[in-house]
């Protein structure tokens, strides 16, 4: 991968040629298909209406910063949709097609509602990873902003009853509250980026203002290439 300067205090990494062949192929697997196109043409409107997926957690503009990890597991995940799931997928679609009176056929229905669900994740991984400035938490980073919180730093934290926290600053699309992975547009993440060990940060939350104390902060490899538990 290439690298140039972030804005959150860190190096980024660009996307290698690995991502680039997957996601060639994945355009040319939506958008290229006629068996595609014959089997969706009867409920594109309906499709049109259901793309959840599509709605950005993002604010407007902003990078979608993600650890190495993270860009990892979404790539992958991209590659076997595409290569493994959706052909076999097709297959079975076009099998079931010609076995007699489609609005019977349960192995067509499922089949072509299980096409739409994958063609419909494509397209999301596709935009998330498109937008992607990958940013490895292990970097390197100089001594003056050894101890600031940025994106991907590890932070323990204290409220005013002296409860602690161990929290990790993630991308997006690698919340895990499991692990303590916090987005990076959470209210949490915001109170702290830019703050330092030693420093108090004030958290706004529907209950009201809380004081917050950040007592560690410490940039290390996470386990985003890990799904979270469902």
Known sequence: MGRREGTLGQVAEQPGALY????????V???GSKMNK???RESEAADDGDDIE???PLPAGARNYMTPGGFARLSAELEHLVQKERPEVVATVAWAAGNGDRSEN???IYGKRRLREIDRRIRYLIKRLDAAEVVDPAGPRDGETADQVFFGATVRVENARGETRTLAIVG???IDTARGYISWVSPMARALLKGREGDKVMLR???GVEEIDIVEVRYAPLA???????
């Open 20 to 27: 680039f062949a997957s996601r060639q192929l994945a355009t």
């Open 29 to 31: 697997a939506v958008t």
């Open 38 to 40: 014959a089997f969706t």
């Open 54 to 56: 599509s709605v950005s």
């Open 106 to 108: 349960g192995d067509y």
């Open 172 to 174: 997006v699309d690698e």
């Open 205 to 207: 939350t529907p209950g």
């Open 224 to 230: 985003t290439g890990v799904a979270p538990a469902s």
